[in-house]
């Protein structure tokens, strides 16, 4: 679900107002004592949908469209290596060894550290992870990359018992 925190953001900054720049993203894990820390850089936070298309027989020339299952992109996350980065490999280790998918929340943080948006992730485990080459002489910062897949984060869910929002009728 796409959560905006209002209520925390100060309505005094003159110069960015109400438009969180993307200065970094937080990672949190529910259920587990993991807290992934920050990252520079997130990608992946997109949805699509599949158009499912009817024409029925005394309309052909009027097809009727509605929109599909919900497709949602591989999550990217990267950041310079730091002290965070051996948290990931522990989270990653116990992954490994006991796979379960479990939410968490991926939230753009602005200048004042203030989670301007946060995206809840549900089901998510890690797909890849890695780390730039090393190299004495060029001198370059070792970036991390982590690489996560999800089953959604729009609250779309619709449970055995829960039919989803009322819609109206169309006749």
Request: charged letters at 20%; hydrophobic letters at 40%.
């Amino acid at each position: 679900m796409l959560t905006s925190q209002t209520a925390d953001t100060p309505r005094d900054d003159a110069f960015f107002g109400s438009v969180s720049m993307a200065h970094r993203f937080s990672v949190a894990i529910d259920r587990s004592h993991y807290e992934l820390g920050d990252w520079a850089s997130a990608s992946g936070l997109h949805v699509s949908w599949h158009i499912a298309e009817y024409r029925a027989g005394d309309s052909w020339n009027h097809p009727l469209i509605f929109p599909g299952v919900p497709e949602y992109q591989r999550i990217k996350l990267s950041r310079a290596a730091c002290q965070d980065s051996q948290v990931v490999q522990e989270w990653l280790t116990e992954t490994a060894m006991r796979n379960e998918p479990l939410t968490g929340a991926v939230s753009l943080v602005n200048w004042q550290g203030v989670r301007t948006v946060t995206w809840e992730l549900k089901e998510f485990f890690p797909t890849a992870w890695g780390i730039n080459e090393f190299s004495a002489a060029q001198g370059s910062v070792a970036m991390e990359t982590l690489e996560i897949v999800h089953t959604g984060f729009l609250d779309d869910d619709f449970a055995p018992g829960n039919p989803g929002p009322q819609l109206p009728r169309m006749y």
